[in-house]
C-alpha cells in the first residue's frame, strides 16, 4: 500500500497541452508530470526572475506551493482552454530566462581573497591534526589509487 494518496480515475494525457512557457498565467489549472499527475494551478508569475509558483490542489501536499524556473514549465500539462500569455510576454520571459542562464562571475578583491585562502589552509591544518590526533586519516579523492580500500 502506498503512502500517497492517488486518483485512480484521472484523464488521460490527451485532454491536456504539454506544458509551454505560453501557459504560465496565474489562475490556469495544470498538473504535475508526476506518476499521479498531480493537479494544481499557477498561482503567480514572476516574469522579471523567470519563475512561477505552482499551487498544489489535491493530496497530502494540499495548500502547499512550490517555487519553479519558468523553463521548468515543461514538467507540467494544462487544461484544454487554458489562458496564454502575449507573444511579446514570452518573448520578454525568454529573454529572461537566457540572461540567469548566463553564468555569473564575481572578481574577488586580492587581499580578501588571500585572507580566504590563508583561512581555509589554517583550517584544513587544525581538521588534519583532529584526524591524526584520533588516529585516522582524510579520506582519499576518487583519483586517488588507494580511494576503494578500506581505513
Not at 583561512?119 to 589509487?145: C, D, T, V
Amino acid at each position: 500500500m502506498s503512502i500517497h494518496r492517488k486518483n485512480t480515475d484521472t484523464r488521460t494525457d490527451d485532454d491536456f497541452h504539454k506544458g509551454h512557457l505560453q501557459y504560465l498565467v496565474e489562475n490556469n489549472k495544470c498538473r504535475l508530470l508526476d506518476g499521479r499527475r498531480t493537479p494544481g494551478m499557477i498561482q503567480k508569475v514572476d516574469p522579471l526572475h523567470a519563475m512561477f509558483t505552482f499551487l498544489i490542489l489535491d493530496y497530502e501536499d494540499k495548500g502547499k506551493t512550490w517555487d519553479l524556473y519558468a523553463e521548468q514549465v515543461t514538467n507540467f500539462q494544462f487544461e484544454r482552454g487554458s489562458l496564454s500569455m502575449s507573444e511579446s510576454d514570452i518573448k520578454a520571459l525568454e529573454k529572461q530566462i537566457e540572461h540567469f542562464k548566463k553564468p555569473l562571475t564575481i572578481p574577488a578583491q586580492e587581499q580578501a581573497k588571500k585572507e580566504s585562502l590563508k583561512a581555509i589552509k589554517n583550517y584544513q591544518s587544525k581538521i588534519q591534526s583532529y584526524l591524526k590526533e584520533r588516529g585516522l586519516q582524510k579520506p582519499y579523492h576518487k583519483k586517488h589509487k588507494n580511494y576503494n580500500k578500506p581505513y
